[in-house]
């Protein structure tokens, strides 16, 4: 399906130059003199390698209609998951870095959502939040206001976020998968 290139967004899969791409990152530049471009970071599904391309607005693009389907993480075999089809029980390997920045928040049995073109994986989503436990957390600073001041902390997967300062070490919060960002202290 064509589609003008201002409308290409990031998860959307396109085909350009005989490949199939899946866009990053899009961003719309407009120059002092002349027209706006369409800036788009794109990985090559077959390789792996990354580009980044350039389209007047007016151009037009193929887009491939991806397909959603559900799966269950089991674990990870070297560069691959290993997820269960919810439907059939069956097995399948899908490469890791499609899941992008968000590798670190995937968790046992999670339910991931895999795009697909033609059968193929183009992309994979967590969740939009999962809970994890608070294992390092900064002092608070006195003075500090509660309205603008965030202290840094590590979760149990590693990842950096920054907390709120009544946030302490052992707690467990809700986090944003797509931007390792606080949401708020888990329940329960």
Request: hydrophobic share 35%; no cysteine.
């Amino acid at each position: 399906m064509k589609q003008q290139a201002n409308l290409i967004r990031a998860g959307q899969v396109i085909e350009h130059d005989g490949n199939r791409w899946t866009v990053l990152k899009q961003q719309i530049i407009s120059p002092g003199k002349g027209g706006a471009f369409i800036q788009v970071e794109m990985r090559n599904l077959k390789t792996g390698n990354k580009t980044n391309e350039r389209w007047r607005t007016a151009d037009t693009v193929e887009r491939l209609t991806t397909e959603e389907k559900e799966y269950k993480y089991s674990y990870t075999d070297g560069s691959n998951l290993v997820l269960m089809d919810q439907e059939t029980y069956e097995e399948v390997h899908v490469p890791a870095d499609l899941m992008g920045a968000a590798a670190p928040f995937l968790q046992d049995d999670m339910t991931l959502t895999v795009d697909l073109v033609e059968g193929d994986p183009v992309m994979i989503h967590l969740p939009s939040s999962v809970v994890l436990e608070v294992v390092e957390a900064d002092p608070v600073v006195k003075g500090q206001t509660a309205s603008s001041s965030y202290k840094p902390a590590k979760l149990s997967n590693g990842v950096k976020v920054n907390v709120p300062p009544f946030i302490e070490a052992g707690e467990r919060i809700v986090v944003r998968t797509d931007d390792s960002t606080y949401v708020e202290r888990a329940k329960g």
